[in-house]
Nanobody, 118 residues
Framework: QVQLADSGGGLVQPGESLRLSCAAS????????IGWYRQAPGKQRELVAT???????NYSDAVKGRFTIGRDTTKTAVYLQMNSLKPEDTAVYYC????????????WGQGTQVTVSS
């Protein structure tokens, strides 16, 4: 079992930055990839960025060049550094982790609200 605790959301103005954190506990070695997804009101949940155990990263076109995903030095947390935030980045951001294996076991964090507004 894996538990994910995501945090770091808040209210910022356009152009400002935020850093989200996803702390993983439990069977961390069973995880193949950890990522961030977001869901805006009335929209489907969408991928933002992912990072594999081999540190390969992937970003959606909407955030490429503005957001950076990485692991902290303890390797038990994944952060999402969000720069140059736009109003359209407003959403609930969820941490997600996929295990190795087929089918993979998928774990979700509880979500953290990010609001970008002047």
């Amino acid at each position: 079992q894996v538990q994910l605790a995501d945090s770091g959301g808040g209210l910022v103005q356009p152009g400002e930055s935020l850093r989200l954190s996803c702390a993983a506990s439990g069977s961390i070695s069973s995880l193949r990839v950890i990522g961030w997804y977001r869901q805006a009101p009335g929209k489907q949940r969408e991928l933002v960025a992912t990072i594999t155990t081999g540190s390969t990263t992937n970003y959606s076109d909407a955030v490429k060049g503005r957001f950076t995903i990485g692991r902290d030095t303890t390797k038990t947390a994944v952060y999402l550094q969000m720069n140059s935030l736009k109003p359209e980045d407003t959403a609930v951001y969820y941490c997600r982790a996929d295990s190795w294996g087929d089918p993979a076991v998928v774990y979700w964090g509880q979500g953290t609200q990010v609001t970008v507004s002047s």
